[in-house]
């Protein structure tokens, strides 16, 4: 409709997926105006997207002009996440709105606070600790659910965030979990609900059933009855009602046995009414102490972020939709969208958040209806696409009903019409068949709605299919396999045993067995096999079973890069030249393929050093017959005078060449592993360039911003070694095999944050 095309917006989930977009719209412009493509292979083009003959014949001669139009514009289309958009959005915005949200024009976005957190935890413990009051809610917090539960709760109200400050700002953060009075009317007058002790009823019932129970001919019976009469003669509430229950119950909270009398269920009722009343009263009071607690924490975490002009993917969220509901700026927020958008594309729109759809809500319902906006204009064309069964990313907040809220809001109030596509060209029939069923049955459970079965342009592919690999029995419970405590091990030679692990090691022996058939029987090529798992930690028990069948495989998404054994030895040189003291690491380097010591080197070293003081006196005295520790003497006392005066990437970098780190790591690694552990050092010495704008001056200060920082890097391009994704990071890929890693987990236990 002769939209140019920076009023085209196009939105999408992730960074890959947008960057994915540009491309392949690169692609199909350069396509359609070569040379080699004509007027009758664009109609084709055009009518496979939908357009009928003569609209797509018309409009051929446009498509091959389409890329030259593009690139004239000097403008290209508009292709952003959410959180990109958003950010635009609010660099345009007026300070007065970004104000209250301690942000401003200027602002550094930071996808991940991982790196922030214990910084802001500190300023929250100071804050807490200069508070009476908030210290006792802290000290009631850990006495009664232990710190590693508290350090959960805390991590689980930050991640939580944007919901609590939500609750807290409409009035139903504090009373969401209520008193005991508010549910039990007998309740009502009392400050706690064991006060009941004291009430003409509870105390005649009780009395009446120790009476029957001391008569009783049982001794269990007449105990328990003497034990109660004991409790009613305490005077404080809490502790009567707890000799009064510890009489009736067992500590597991189950009735005694042996204890019928005449009035004993009546008093056990009571009992367990009381009990109950105190459940909701202790909870309703942990949580107005967590309430205090998360204000805190949240003050404490937005004044962090003000001091350093910095600003989350929460902060965005939050404050572009307080930019688009605002009665007083909406107009003139529509105004400017309406002015430079005329079609909003959203793709993979399962994954979208309630808070993000609300947003964009806020903007488009002023088209509903009347459709003419606040600035009396035409409503932007909106097209959304996705697919509730392929939402992945819940842990991000997404839900797939928030597609069946757009879907209805599009139709109704915009106007637009639904299509609904079951057919699909990449699936073998084999793959859909076993799709069909399991939704098929998912939807007889009433655990699935509204699907249809898929049906494919792809033949039958002979071999194809879904199979499973022999099922691999897991130890039940977990703990059994766990060290024992009265054995010895050696942490030297023998590793130790977690569970989880040793119970999916057989399952990554069992995958990588399997791919090894399929590449040395089956002609497969390894880079045409997929590895699929929902965690990473199975993936790298996968890994290892490869690499012990000499199989090439690599991650193919980005990975932390202090992961990697190579990126470890050099920054444990780094550590030894910043602090010459540092043993350990003294150690690492010298054991690591830039130097090769063997462990009679590490022996000697070490009686020398109960001559010399320490590990690194020692070493560059000289002493030592080793020809490996004179190598390392010489190399590392020329690198710790470099260190005075080099910054850390000219000196990794003549680490690396004049210790020849990487010809000795390409020695020393398995043929299959080597593009991977040359690439983790090329990553280092590009992050040493990159970290915080390469400010860190010396070693010391950089490898402590590594270990600090959970940094990740891009893995090297592997096209012919096994491809190991997260499903999150295989969304969109194909390959010929494909194998799904930990598909029947273990409930997980219950979030008790």
């Known amino acids: 409709d002769g939209a140019e095309p920076h009023e085209i917006l196009a939105i999408t989930f992730t960074r890959k997926a947008a960057g994915e977009m540009r491309t392949r719209l690169d692609e199909w412009l350069r396509e359609f105006a070569a040379g080699a493509c004509d007027d009758a292979a664009r109609v084709r083009e055009l009518r496979a997207r939908g357009l009928d003959a003569a609209a797509a014949r018309a409009l051929a001669p446009a498509l091959g002009g389409l890329h030259e139009r593009v690139l004239g514009a000097g403008r290209p289309v508009e292709i952003r996440t ?35 957190w214990p910084r802001i935890l500190r300023r929250f413990h100071a804050a807490v600790l200069a508070d ?36 807290d700002a409409a009035g139903t953060l504090e009373p969401s979990v209520p008193a005991a009075r508010l549910h039990w009317p007998e309740h009502a007058a009392l400050a706690h609900p064991t006060e009941r002790m004291h009430s003409v009823e509870i105390d005649a019932a009780l009395r009446a059933a120790a009476a029957a129970m001391a008569l009783h001919k049982g001794g269990v019976c007449r105990r328990q009855g003497a034990a109660l009469a004991g409790a009613l003669a305490i005077e404080d509430a809490a502790a009567r009602f707890r000799a009064a229950r510890g009489a009736l119950y067992t500590t597991e909270g189950r009735p005694r ?76 927020v529509q105004e400017r969208l309406d002015s430079r958008i005329r079609h909003v594309l959203i793709d993979e729109f399962q994954d979208t958040s309630p808070l993000q759809w609300h947003a964009l809500h806020a903007w488009l319902a002023g088209y509903a209806g009347a459709g003419g906006g606040a600035s009396g204009q035409r409503a932007p064309g909106v097209f959304i696409v996705g697919d509730p069964k392929q939402s992945i990313y819940r842990f991000r907040r997404a839900e797939p009903r928030v597609f069946d809220a757009a879907r209805v809001f599009i139709v109704q109030g915009l106007g637009g019409s639904e299509l609904a596509c079951d057919h699909t060209r990449r699936n073998a029939p084999e793959v859909l068949a076993a799709v069909n069923a399991v939704f098929d049955e998912a939807q007889r459970q009433g655990e699935f709605s509204g699907f249809r079965g898929h049906t494919t342009e792809c033949a039958s592919v002979p071999g194809a299919g879904v ?124 054991r690591s393929p830039l130097f090769c010591a063997g462990d009679d080197d590490l022996i000697a070293l070490a009686g020398l050093a109960a001559v010399h003081g320490s590990w690194w006196q020692a070493l560059l005295r000289g002493d030592s017959a080793s020809p490996v520790l004179r190598r390392a003497a010489r190399l590392l006392g ?112 219950g979030d008790s944050a």
């Open 467 to 590: 199979h499973a690999l022999a099922r691999i029995a897991r130890p039940a419970p977990l703990a059994a396999v766990t060290d024992r405590d009265d054995e010895w091990r050696d942490s030297l030679t023998a590793a130790r045993i977690e569970p989880e692990e040793r119970a999916r090691e057989p399952e990554a022996r069992a995958v990588a067995a399997a791919a090894q058939r399929l590449v040395t029987h089956d002609g497969f090529r390894p880079g045409e096999i997929h590895v699929l798992c929902r965690k990473r930690e199975s993936l790298g028990l996968v890994a290892t079973a490869l690499a012990a069948l000499h199989l090439p495989h690599a991650a193919a998404e980005d990975y932390p890069l202090l992961e990697s054994i190579e990126a470890r030895d050099l920054v444990a040189v780094l550590d030894v030249l910043a602090s010459p003291r540092h043993a350990l690491s003294l150690a690492h380097a010298l």
């Open 257 to 332: 046995q042996n204890i019928e009398a005449p009035g004993v269920d009546a008093a056990l009722e009571l009992i367990e009414q009381i009990q109950r009343a105190c459940v909701q009263q202790s909870a309703h009071e942990e949580h107005l102490r967590l309430v205090r607690l998360a204000r805190v924490l949240l003050r404490e975490a937005a004044a962090y972020k003000r001091a350093r002009g910095l600003a989350d993917m929460a902060d965005l969220e939050r404050c572009a939709l307080a930019l688009l509901r605002d009665a007083t700026l909406s107009g003139w």
């Open 132 to 167: 009476a009051a908030l210290a006792e809610d802290y000290r009631a917090l850990v006495r009664e659910r232990g710190r590693t539960q508290a350090r959960k709760w805390l991590d689980a109200a930050w991640d939580k965030r944007t919901e609590i400050e939500f609750a």
């Open 638 to 749: 020329a690198w710790q005078a470099a260190a005075r005066t080099l910054p850390p990437h000219d000196l990794l970098d003549r680490i690396v060449a004049e210790g020849e780190f990487k010809e000795r790591v390409a020695a020393a690694v398995p043929r299959e592993r080597r593009v991977a552990a040359l690439g983790a050092i090329d990553a280092l010495l590009g992050v040493a360039l990159t970290l915080d704008g390469a400010r860190y001056a010396t070693p010391y200060n950089f490898v402590r911003a590594l270990k600090r920082g959970a940094i990740s890097v891009a893995a090297p391009a592997q096209r012919d070694a096994i491809q190991l994704h997260t499903v999150h990071g295989a969304k969109g890929l194909e390959a010929r095999a494909v194998f799904v890693v930990d598909s029947d987990p273990e409930p997980k236990n």
């Open 82 to 116: 959410f959180h990109a958009w958003f950010a635009q959005l609010l660099r345009a915005a007026p300070i007065e709105l970004l104000a209250p949200f301690g942000l401003h024009a200027e602002m550094e976005v930071v996808d991940d606070m991982a790196e922030h």
